[in-house]
């Protein structure tokens, strides 16, 4: 086993499953399709294939085991927001295209709901919406243009609305408050026990699971991979990548994606008085308007489990496990944490820690594939990826299987301009984080946008 990788993270989800112990794969396997990374995009990608024909031989491959990466760590929010503006998504397509994307991730949400009722998967799933509160001028003038830009693609307020200060309050105290957006297509959930219920069903079905076997080259027809005995060859007729914030693991795919950073903490399950003090009765997940991403939920067993970004990037793509915590970024979050719910009081943390997420150079995610090599990949989502992913891999499943139920989405082979050569990689991503985090602070300082760091902001995040 890659000794960088040996141990899981200090999550909160990680610690309610048990961990899988997948043998790695052996010399010489063959199958229809091998699916490289054992997240959500591999195995929502696996489900679909299956759907569409179900005599196909499956082999999910993991460097470490299924979930290890962001399905297991993130915020357990399944949202039909996507990272990518429908106003860009018609720039690199068309009106209607952006349409379709937003009606599949809204669908998205629904159908895995569907899924988990159906097959009994206990994971804490409650579709309660999405609040994105303001405690400033800049943060209220933001959630005002997001509505109006889904306005102007026709959806109404059955798919996103403004809520008043009192209204925000009625549902979430969130001191300070000076209004919310509300959209009712989100659920919260436990991600971790999500993916360990997606991965008994696929094994039902005889999809093929190995663990530490790190893929580091993928080839037409072929896949060669590293296992702590020997280095292996499969062969197989489709490939797909579904490495995400691992993929600069892959040497020839280094700058496809830059993986980003993003920590959690959860607190101890807090008494009923507090939650009576915070209100959050139905589970809402939540976050703000703030540049610098934060996000919460109430898990289903109280406590609350609150994220953000703001870490470092790691020089030429790093990925390793002594990233996943950092106590100046958890101090952070946990300051954000105890302002947005001060009922929270002394309550104990009980967990933290990190994982890579991944970004493509234009922030646009992408379902490829080639019918040339027979190869293709998925990915992309910048933290939306729990329902992105489901999408995601649908897309690449009708392709190959040349299903031609609907139009292709608009990621749909959309091609990523690759990163920039170190150290401009480096020099330019930690830049734009510090812009982000110095143009939050100039906003709670004066109440104003800072102009320059603004429009900076939008030519550099699509």
């Known amino acids: 086993m890659d000794k960088a990788f040996a141990e899981w993270p200090h999550s909160l989800w990680a610690s309610q499953v048990p961990s899988f112990d997948f043998e790695p794969v052996t010399p010489d396997s063959t199958f229809d399709v091998v699916i490289v990374g054992a997240g959500y995009s591999g195995l929502w990608s696996a489900h679909h294939l299956l759907e569409a024909n179900p005599s196909l031989s499956i082999a999910v491959l993991d460097a470490q085991q299924p979930g290890f990466g962001a399905s297991g760590r993130n915020g357990g929010w399944c949202s039909a927001f996507s990272p990518m503006s429908l106003h860009e998504v018609a720039l690199q397509s068309s009106r209607e295209s952006a349409i379709q994307l937003q009606t599949a991730l809204i669908s998205a949400v629904d159908q895995i709901g569907d899924f988990v009722q159906t097959h009994n998967i206990e994971c804490g799933w409650r579709k309660g919406g999405t609040l994105s509160f303001a405690t400033n001028l800049p943060q209220k003038n933001r959630l005002l243009e997001s509505v109006q830009s889904f306005r102007d693609f026709g959806f109404d307020e059955t798919f996103i609305q403004e809520l008043s200060a009192s209204d925000s309050m009625q549902k979430i105290n969130v001191p300070r408050s000076l209004g919310a957006t509300f959209s009712p297509h989100c659920a919260a959930l436990h991600p971790a026990q999500l993916v360990h219920g997606i991965v008994k069903i696929l094994l039902t079905r005889g999809v093929s699971f190995f663990g530490n076997t790190h893929v580091v080259d993928i080839q037409p027809h072929t896949i060669t991979a590293r296992t702590p005995q020997q280095t292996v060859s499969l062969s197989t007729n489709w490939t797909i990548r579904a490495t995400e914030g691992f993929t600069a693991r892959i040497p020839k795919h280094r700058r496809d994606v830059a993986p980003l950073y993003s920590y959690m903490l959860?607190?101890?399950?807090?008494?009923?008085?507090?939650?009576?003090?915070?209100?959050?009765?139905?589970?809402?997940?939540?976050?703000?308007?703030?540049?610098?991403?934060?996000?919460?939920?109430?898990?289903?067993?109280?406590?609350?489990?609150?994220?953000?970004?703001?870490?470092?990037?790691?020089?030429?793509?790093?990925?390793?496990?002594?990233?996943?915590?950092?106590?100046?970024?958890?101090?952070?979050?946990?300051?954000?944490?105890?302002?947005?719910?001060?009922?929270?009081?002394?309550?104990?943390?009980?967990?933290?820690?990190?994982?890579?997420?991944?970004?493509?150079?234009?922030?646009?995610?992408?379902?490829?594939?080639?019918?040339?090599?027979?190869?293709?990949?998925?990915?992309?989502?910048?933290?939306?990826?729990?329902?992105?992913?489901?999408?995601?891999?649908?897309?690449?499943?009708?392709?190959?299987?040349?299903?031609?139920?609907?139009?292709?989405?608009?990621?749909?082979?959309?091609?990523?301009?690759?990163?920039?050569?170190?150290?401009?990689?480096?020099?330019?991503?930690?830049?734009?984080?510090?812009?982000?985090?110095?143009?939050?602070?100039?906003?709670?300082?004066?109440?104003?946008?800072?102009?320059?760091?603004?429009?900076?902001?939008?030519?550099?995040?699509?």
């Not at 101890?268 to 610098?292: C, F, H, Y």
Request: proline share 5%; charged share 25%; net charge positive.
């Open 266 to 462: 959860a607190t101890e399950p807090l008494t009923q008085s507090q939650w009576k003090d915070i209100g959050w009765e139905n589970r809402e997940t939540v976050s703000d308007a703030r540049n610098m991403v934060i996000y919460a939920q109430r898990t289903a067993d109280d406590r609350i489990a609150f994220g953000g970004r703001g870490a470092p990037y790691k020089f030429a793509s790093r990925v390793d496990s002594r990233f996943d915590r950092n106590s100046h970024i958890h101090g952070l979050i946990e300051q954000s944490m105890r302002t947005m719910f001060p009922a929270i009081g002394n309550s104990t943390i009980t967990h933290r820690w990190g994982g890579a997420l991944g970004v493509h150079r234009d922030w646009f995610a992408s379902a490829r594939v080639d019918h040339q090599t027979n190869i293709a990949s998925l990915g992309g989502y910048v933290g939306d990826g729990v329902a992105f992913s489901y999408v995601a891999a649908l897309e690449v499943a009708r392709a190959i299987s040349n299903h031609r139920i609907a139009p292709p989405l608009p990621i749909r082979n959309h091609e990523s301009p690759k990163w920039e050569l170190e150290p401009i990689r480096w020099i330019g991503i930690n830049s734009l984080l510090r812009f982000t985090a110095y143009a939050d602070r100039h906003e709670e300082r004066t109440g104003r946008r800072h102009r320059f760091i603004g429009w900076l902001l939008e030519k550099l995040i699509p």
